[in-house]
């Protein structure tokens, strides 16, 4: 079945530099990668998705990069500021039909920013 | 509404009661989840519902019953749970199980089982 990896497990970072997110997944049918951000106590919320049909999909100071030949997907955030201090979990979407689809997580990414 | 909206915020209970968690949508999706998390974990899929109908049972104890009695409610009954199922229990849904469907969460209940 289909398994994320995600690195690094905890990323420290000066506030207004960048940080880079990594996941690899081993399914090659999967076709939808969403990125979720979890603050201390609260709900995952969906901060950006790519799709198997693109590469690349950026809103403002978010980015997502997807190569399905490597296998592999990556968040990146530019000019990080306090509030992006969160956990990050990257999924991938597995199943052929719609009936078992579902996400598979990776285990997540504490992100601290440094004043 | 676009949101997922989820009832108690908190519950504790002993191994012997019997409560239920109950979920809310009210956005037309057709597919709602119940997730399992654990303290610095990833969410743990439970259940998915598409249309009403169970279509994922990720081999959960049946001390858990979920049930869906409408397109926009979700309830999961909880029976003789033990210390160790005390997590956050997150409900989602999103428009259709499949097809590249974003999932929308809710903000939790946590449970606490003594």
């Known amino acids: 079945g289909e398994n994320v990896e995600q690195h690094p497990s905890t990323l420290s970072v000066q506030e207004g530099d960048s940080a880079v997110i990594k996941c690899t997944y081993s399914?090659?049918?999967?076709?939808?990668f969403p990125w979720y951000k979890q603050e201390l106590g609260k709900r995952p919320q969906l901060i950006i998705d790519?799709?198997?049909n693109v590469g690349e999909k950026k809103d403002q100071r978010i980015a997502v990069t997807l190569n399905k030949t490597a296998k592999h997907f990556s968040l990146h955030i530019t000019e990080t500021q306090p509030e992006d201090s969160a956990v990050y979990f990257c999924a991938a979407s597995t199943g052929v039909w719609d009936s078992n689809y579902q996400l598979i997580w990776g285990a997540g990414t504490k992100l601290i920013i440094k004043p | 509404d676009t949101e997922v909206t989820q009832t108690p915020k908190h519950l504790v209970m002993g191994m012997t009661n019997k409560k239920s968690l109950k979920c809310e949508q009210h956005?037309?999706?057709?597919?709602m989840y119940w997730y399992k998390q654990k303290a610095k974990k990833p969410p743990e899929l439970m259940f998915v519902y598409s249309y009403e109908k169970l279509s994922i049972n990720e081999s959960v104890p049946s001390r858990f019953s979920p049930e869906c009695p409408n397109s926009s409610l979700l309830n999961l009954h909880l029976h003789a749970l033990q210390p160790e199922d005390s997590a956050l229990y997150l409900c989602?849904?999103?428009?259709?199980?499949?097809?590249?469907?974003?999932?929308?969460f809710g903000p939790g209940t946590r449970l606490l089982v003594l």
């Open positions: 399914d090659s049918a999967s076709n939808y």
């Open positions: 989602a849904s999103s428009p259709r199980q499949g097809l590249q469907e974003t999932q929308y």
């Open positions: 956005m037309g999706h057709r597919a």
């Open positions: 790519i799709r198997s």
